[in-house]
C-alpha cells in the first residue's frame, strides 16, 4: 500500500535551517506530483509547496517563498524539503502528501508528519 515517511524534524532557532525528508513506497513516485503541507494544533492544513514529477517546476506559498526549497529523487522516491532562514511562526506538523495539495490529497494520501519547532 501507499507510504509516506518524514523524517528530519526537530528543534531549529529561528533564523536556522532544516531539511526534512520524506520516504515514499507502494507507487509509481516518479509519476506524481508531491507536496508538503503542514498543520497547527487547532488550525487547518496549510500548503507549503509541490514539484512536478521531474522537479523541472516547483511552487511554493507565499508564506515560505525565497526560504524553503522541495526537491525530489525519484530514483530513491524521496521527496525533501529545505528550509532555511526559520522564524517561529514555521513551527507545525509537516507533512509529505501525493499529488497536487487539496482537501482529498491531504485527507487520504498524507504521511504521519514530522514536528519542527522554531524557537529560541
Known amino acids: 500500500q501507499v507510504q509516506l515517511v518524514e523524517s528530519g524534524g526537530g528543534l531549529a532557532q529561528p533564523g536556522g535551517s532544516l531539511r526534512l525528508s520524506c520516504a515514499a513506497s507502494?507507487?509509481?513516485?516518479?509519476?506524481?506530483?508531491m507536496s508538503w503541507a503542514r498543520q497547527v494544533p487547532g488550525k487547518g492544513p496549510e500548503w507549503v509547496a509541490s514539484i512536478s514529477i521531474d522537479g523541472t517546476n516547483t511552487y511554493y506559498s507565499h508564506s515560505v517563498k525565497g526560504r524553503f526549497t522541495i526537491s525530489r529523487d525519484n530514483a530513491k522516491s524521496t521527496l525533501y524539503l529545505r528550509m532555511n532562514t526559520l522564524k517561529p511562526e514555521d513551527t507545525a506538523l509537516y507533512y509529505c502528501v501525493r499529488g497536487f495539495y487539496n482537501n482529498y490529497s491531504f485527507a487520504n494520501f498524507r504521511g504521519q508528519g514530522t514536528q519542527v519547532t522554531v524557537s529560541s
Open positions: 507502494g507507487f509509481t513516485f516518479s509519476t506524481d506530483v
